[in-house]
């Protein structure tokens, strides 16, 4: 390397994968982001079913299926093996059902 030239390059290239690699931190947080929101609107949209359908008994049984066999969900299914009462003729199973779940997590209830 004895010229600007080279020096001017090789600095041209250094700059360039510094940009490519910022813009690839950058599109990466982004998908997380955009992952986040969508688990987020996920779990809302299943509690508002649940809340919307709470005399459906089919609807509470597939809410507490889905939060079933996620572990960040388990206080949720520690509260709901507590503290709700399941209604209906399909009461017991639903009950069964989230106690199942809760001792799966460990969950005291």
């Known amino acids: ?27 990466a947080r982004h998908a997380h982001k955009k992952a986040k929101h969508e688990e987020f609107q ?13 005399d459906d008994s089919l609807s509470s049984l597939a809410v507490a299926q889905v939060l079933r066999f996620d572990p960040r969900y388990k206080v949720l299914v520690g509260k709901l093996a507590t503290e709700m009462e399941f209604g209906g003729e399909d009461g ?8 199942l779940s809760a001792k799966h997590f460990d969950v005291r209830y």
């Open 92 to 99: 017991d199973l639903i009950r069964d059902r989230v106690r």
């Open 1 to 27: 390397m004895e010229s600007w030239s080279d020096w001017s390059t090789w600095g041209g290239i250094v700059v360039l994968l510094c940009s490519l690699e910022h813009a690839g931190v950058l599109c």
């Open 42 to 54: 996920r779990f809302f949209e299943l509690m508002s079913k649940r809340n919307n359908y709470e």
